[in-house]
C-alpha cells in the first residue's frame, strides 16, 4: 500500500508560480512512477507529468516549457514536486498526485490550484 499527501495548492495571479508537493508513505520502495494529474470543472482528468523510477519525465503539451516535475534526492526518493511557472486561468484545477506501485495505482486527495486574477 502506498499512501499520497499532496499540498502547496492555492490561489495565484496569472502569470504567478506555485509549487506542489506529493509525499509518499508506506511500500515506497515498490513505486515504478510518479505523476500530477488534474481535473478541471466539467472536465476529465488529464495527465500533466510523470517521472518514472529512472527519472525519465513526460509532460502534457500545454505544460511544456511551464511545470517541471522533480523528486527528491533522498535514498527513499519519496517526495514529487510538481514546479508550475507562468500559470494560466486554463491551469485551473485539482491536481492529483498519482502512484504506480506493482501494477496498482494510487491517489492522493487533491489539492486545488486557482488561477485568477
Known amino acids: 500500500q502506498v499512501q499520497l499527501v499532496e499540498s502547496g495548492g492555492g490561489l495565484v495571479q496569472p502569470g504567478g508560480s506555485l509549487r506542489l508537493s506529493c509525499a509518499a508513505s508506506?511500500?515506497?520502495?515498490?513505486?515504478?512512477?510518479m505523476g500530477w494529474y488534474r481535473q478541471a470543472p466539467g472536465k476529465q482528468r488529464e495527465l500533466v507529468a510523470v517521472?518514472?523510477?529512472?527519472?525519465?519525465?513526460?509532460?502534457a503539451d500545454s505544460v511544456k516549457g511551464r511545470f517541471t516535475i522533480s523528486r527528491d534526492n533522498a535514498i527513499a526518493k519519496n517526495t514529487v514536486y510538481l514546479q508550475m511557472n507562468s500559470l494560466k486561468p486554463e491551469d485551473t484545477a485539482v491536481y492529483y498526485c498519482?502512484?504506480?506501485?506493482?501494477?496498482?495505482?494510487?491517489w492522493g486527495q487533491g489539492t486545488q490550484v486557482t488561477v485568477s486574477s
Open positions: 498519482k502512484a504506480v506501485a506493482y501494477y496498482t495505482d494510487y
Open positions: 508506506g511500500s515506497i520502495f515498490s513505486i515504478n512512477a
Open positions: 517521472i518514472i523510477s529512472g527519472g525519465s519525465t513526460n509532460y
